[in-house]
């Protein structure tokens, strides 16, 4: 066979080959009950032996098959991953799988509009053999890492030309072979192919797969060698690719390149081309524009998880406003200070991240983040809270702040602002008792609502819990906590709990 690959030009290689098949059977030959066997056996006179033997199907026809090929080495004795499909008309058997002994086998009885059919899948060896001059396509499809170490091969060996000819045959399937790697470790030498290529086209199709976190200041220099080369609006055109996959962006691997941006915007920032300053201008209004709606999306979820949501983005955010300093984005950050400022950002969130700064950076690293006019609003607000009147012990108000229009919860809201009523009993049908449920739930708000089954419609029955009074006293006390922090008073400092006053504030809510 080696003798036959050679003359035909064609390389060869052993396989694993997976193969499936599914046939059309006979009903009455296969996995019939046990009363069924009885029945056959009292009416064809069988004995008694027969009972609980399973009978072999007829297989009647074949459906449908595939084969996957795996595992390969080649003619060198090289095992390579690889996998991929082939199809019928590029198959040869030696003798049908129907032939051999399945290593598993499963029969779908006769439901009515399918079944009545067997499914057999098989371990064959396969010799497979390929021209010689689709080598690099055949084995690139499988392997994003054997694309790029023979395009860097072939740069080097042959020249750029031949490697362009190879790369031009990539770009069809390129963005499905990257994805399926996932391979980080090959960004660097995928970028050092995409400028040894000398050609803006392929080498943005090289990079157009990536992502966004891909960017990190270990590629940092080539990028800077790249954005040389080719210029900021070639890579411009890769940014707008990246951000409209944002929505698939996840935490996990967002929130830490967002704090890690400080050393890429400085890295980028270092060499001095105009290209790279105009790049990391760019990731920081890219990072807060997606840190922003993250923000919105914590302050739009429920009220006892809002602040622990917060807290999570913290860090990300402070490292966000040292890359804004850094690669002078002073519109970045103003847009970053009023928004941490406007009435919608909690107070006690702002408590944190102050902490967190402070933690982080120490007081001189605070002067140099320029946080004193949020420490000074963050302050005002803490104490104009602390102004206001304590809650009544008579006083069972609970302030709503739900938008929904709907009759429903305009009587609810009520309900809810009404000082001396703490139980409503409120005859609703079932959709319209779960729209309330959802608005309670929704704000965490403390009421309980159950659902008196009797008469019709049932009743649902609210009622105020002394929880309205445990949560707004231990709001007080995290405000007053969070104002002995700002003033860096011992008080706070001898509290004896590390954790941010927002946490805190959280775990006295859920409790």
Known sequence: LREVAKQLDCDVALALADVHEIWSCEEEEYGYSQSWRRRRRHDDGDDASDVGRDVT????????SEVELRHFIDAQGKAWAASGHVTESELCYTKPSVDLDPFK?????YMGNWGNTVERWYHRAAVVLWPRERSFIIRAKTSAKFAIEELASTTRLEGPEIARSKAEQLVPFWARVWRESNDSRLVAKAMHVALALDSPQLALSLILPMKMENLTSGN???LVELLERYGFEWLEQALTEWRSRDERASLEERLPWISSSPTLVRSLLAPGPAPAQKLARALVGEQWTWLAERHRSAL???TAHTLEA???????????IESCLASGREDVYTQIRCFLSSPEYPVLALVNMLETARRTYGARGLD???FTPLQSHCASKLEALLATPRRANDDWSIAHSGRCPCELCGELSRFLE???RTTLEWPLAQSRRAHVHGILD???LPVTHTTRRVGSPYTLVLVKTSALFEREAAERAAWQLGLDHLRNEPAARSSGDSRPVGRRRGAARRA
Request: charged content about 25%.
């Open 418 to 420: 009404a000082k001396s």
């Open 442 to 444: 929704g704000h965490d």
């Open 220 to 222: 940092a220099s080539v």
């Open 57 to 64: 199907p007829e297989l009647v026809e074949l459906n449908d």
């Open 300 to 302: 739009g979820g429920r």
């Open 310 to 320: 917060l807290a999570t983005l913290a860090v990300p955010t402070l490292r966000l």
């Open 368 to 370: 140099a983040l320029d």
């Open 105 to 109: 086998s499963e029969h779908e009885g």
